[in-house]
């Protein structure tokens, strides 16, 4: 049994830990440098760029690869966020019937940013969770009879495919896929993959905009207007899109769009939405049901309506959104690209063989690269623990590398630098 002294003495000692946590986040947050002038970038991007990356907290010993999985929000969001709090926790709304949990209104004060930021009306947005959450609305909202088909690639992520293989083996519907080359030579390659799978029970085209497994940019609007055509519904998972690139779902013209801005837009993590064109919005079904899941009028609202959930994430999402906004969408495609392809040249330098498309328009902010025979995961253990270096891959040899708008080039050139030390130390080289 507990005795009361040691009771005590662990309380004691778990809350001066909680203080000195939360006093060592607050001193960074305090100690962070102002965001740099925007005018520093026509005088020096590089400047600009090195400025920028003191608004994370990754230590300046630490090079991080993997936006792919998952992005580090920067100062002003994690300022955002706190901001939320000390808003919403005083509990002192003028409307008595108010409460912070988003879940069961509007919130059209996040939504109008985030439409306006994609390109389409507060009424075809749903604020959610992540990709995942939204892939799931799709799947289990849309009316399917067994033998329907939904058509994908082979290099869809586990929160996009998965949700179909439930339906699948639930209802009987039918999972097709298009095997995606490696590389994708060109959009006409992925048009005619998919215009040749397309058979008389196709009902939906699912695909991501951007694949997690290679980082390919799959020609989205061609293949909505593909889908258009044949008179099938239209779903695009774009997780890594919001952030790492411009974006206009009006102008893909697909019929919903999922995403996961917690990646490029380095929102905060639980922060996603649910695009859904609003002649479709009454074709799909709720899948959690709260008050107004059958009100048609609230629009794409009643797929947010999913109970009480994290209203200051939604305060960190609208503070993303000004900062990319501020920087400029085009300039942050542009860096993005830039750093990728520097990369692309010298993992190719380095005898790797390229998984990224040779087509431009077909990649960004990803590099995908084939190592034979080096043991990915072994790699990735020896980068880290021996120089805090992150990268992300697959079995056996695959590496992908992400290069967020705040990565240095001369911390690319140490990765590459580590990336030739390996080789040299296991006798690859």
Same mark, same amino acid.
């Given at each position: 049994?507990?005795?009361?002294?040691?009771?005590?003495? +662990?309380?004691?000692?778990?809350?001066?830990?909680?203080?000195?946590?939360?006093? @060592?986040?607050?001193?960074?947050?305090?100690?962070?440098?102002?965001? !740099?002038?925007?005018?520093?970038?026509?005088?020096?991007?590089?400047?600009?760029?090195?400025?920028?990356?003191?608004?994370?907290?990754?230590?300046? $010993?630490? /090079?991080?690869?993997?936006?792919?999985?998952?992005?580090?929000? !920067?100062?002003?969001?994690?300022?955002?966020?706190?901001?939320?709090?000390?808003?919403?926790?005083?509990?002192?709304?003028?409307?008595?019937?108010?409460?912070? /949990?988003?879940?069961?209104?509007?919130?059209?004060?996040?939504?109008?940013?985030?439409?306006?930021?994609?390109?389409?009306?507060?009424?075809?947005?749903?604020?959610?969770?992540?990709?995942?959450?939204?892939?799931?609305?799709?799947?289990?909202?849309?009316?399917?009879?067994? +033998? $329907?088909?939904?058509?994908?690639?082979d290099q869809e992520h586990p929160g996009g495919e998965h949700p179909w293989n439930l339906r699948a083996k639930r209802y009987?519907?039918?999972?097709?896929?298009?095997?995606?080359?490696?590389?994708?030579?060109?959009?006409?390659?992925?048009?005619?993959?998919?215009?040749?799978? /397309?058979?008389?029970?196709?009902?939906?085209?699912?695909?991501?905009?951007?694949?997690?497994?290679?980082?390919?940019?799959?020609?989205?609007?061609?293949?909505?207007?593909?889908?258009?055509?044949?008179?099938?519904?239209?779903?695009?998972?774009?997780?890594?899109?919001?952030?790492?690139?411009?974006?206009?779902?009006?102008?893909?013209?697909?019929?919903?769009?999922?995403?996961?801005?917690?990646?490029?837009?380095?929102?905060?993590?639980?922060?996603?939405?649910?695009?859904?064109?609003?002649?479709?919005?009454?074709?799909?079904?709720?899948?959690?049901?709260?008050?107004?899941?059958?009100?048609?009028?609230?629009?794409?609202?009643?797929?947010?309506?999913?109970?009480?959930?994290?209203?200051?994430?939604?305060? +960190?999402?609208?503070? @993303?959104?000004?900062?990319?906004?501020?920087?400029?969408?085009?300039?942050?495609?542009?860096?993005?690209?830039?750093?990728?392809?520097?990369t692309l040249d010298e993992m190719k330098k380095r005898g790797a063989e390229s998984w990224t498309s040779p087509d431009a328009?077909?990649?960004?902010?990803?590099?995908?690269?084939?190592?034979?025979? /080096?043991?990915?995961?072994?790699?990735?253990?020896?980068?880290?623990?021996?120089?805090?270096?992150?990268?992300?891959?697959?079995?056996?040899?695959?590496?992908?590398?992400?290069?967020?708008?705040?990565?240095?080039?001369?911390?690319?050139?140490?990765?590459?630098?580590?990336?030739?030390?390996?080789?040299?130390?296991?006798?690859?080289?």
């Amino acid at each position: 049994m507990l005795d009361r002294r040691r009771f005590l003495s +662990g309380t004691a000692t778990t809350f001066a830990a909680a203080l000195t946590l939360r006093g @060592s986040l607050l001193a960074q947050l305090e100690k962070a440098p102002p965001l !740099p002038d925007h005018s520093l970038l026509d005088k020096n991007e590089d400047a600009y760029w090195a400025e920028m990356r003191k608004q994370f907290l990754i230590p300046e $010993d630490e /090079i991080y690869l993997n936006n792919g999985t998952v992005g580090s929000s !920067p100062v002003p969001v994690i300022r955002a966020i706190f901001d939320g709090y000390a808003a919403t926790e005083k509990m002192d709304q003028h409307d008595p019937e108010d409460y912070p /949990i988003w879940g069961y209104a509007s919130w059209n004060e996040f939504r109008d940013p985030l439409a306006d930021f994609v390109g389409c009306h507060h009424d075809e947005i749903a604020l959610l969770r992540n990709a995942t959450e939204a892939n799931s609305y799709i799947a289990n909202g849309l009316d399917m009879k067994p +033998g $329907d088909e939904v058509l994908m690639t082979d290099q869809e992520h586990p929160g996009g495919e998965h949700p179909w293989n439930l339906r699948a083996k639930r209802y009987g519907i039918v999972v097709k896929r298009v095997t995606l080359p490696r590389p994708v030579k060109d959009a006409a390659q992925v048009l005619n993959l998919f215009n040749d799978a /397309i058979t008389p029970r196709t009902r939906v085209l699912f695909f991501s905009h951007i694949t997690t497994f290679s980082g390919v940019v799959l020609p989205a609007k061609e293949l909505a207007a593909l889908a258009r055509t044949k008179g099938i519904l239209s779903a695009v998972d774009g997780a890594h899109v919001p952030g790492m690139m411009r974006l206009n779902v009006l102008d893909l013209g697909c019929d919903m769009y999922s995403s996961s801005p917690h990646k490029w837009l380095m929102a905060p993590k639980g922060s996603g939405f649910l695009y859904v064109r609003d002649e479709v919005i009454d074709r799909l079904w709720n899948t959690i049901a709260t008050e107004g899941w059958n009100d048609t009028k609230i629009r794409a609202e009643r797929f947010q309506r999913i109970g009480s959930s994290n209203v200051p994430a939604l305060w +960190g999402l609208r503070a @993303s959104i000004k900062l990319a906004n501020d920087i400029g969408l085009d300039r942050i495609e542009s860096r993005h690209r830039k750093l990728a392809d520097y990369t692309l040249d010298e993992m190719k330098k380095r005898g790797a063989e390229s998984w990224t498309s040779p087509d431009a328009a077909l990649r960004c902010a990803i590099v995908t690269v084939n190592v034979p025979p /080096i043991p990915r995961m072994d790699l990735e253990n020896w980068l880290w623990k021996n120089h805090k270096i992150r990268i992300r891959g697959a079995e056996p040899n695959k590496l992908r590398l992400s290069t967020p708008y705040y990565l240095l080039k001369k911390e690319i050139d140490r990765f590459l630098e580590k990336f030739d030390a390996y080789k040299r130390e296991k006798k690859m080289a």
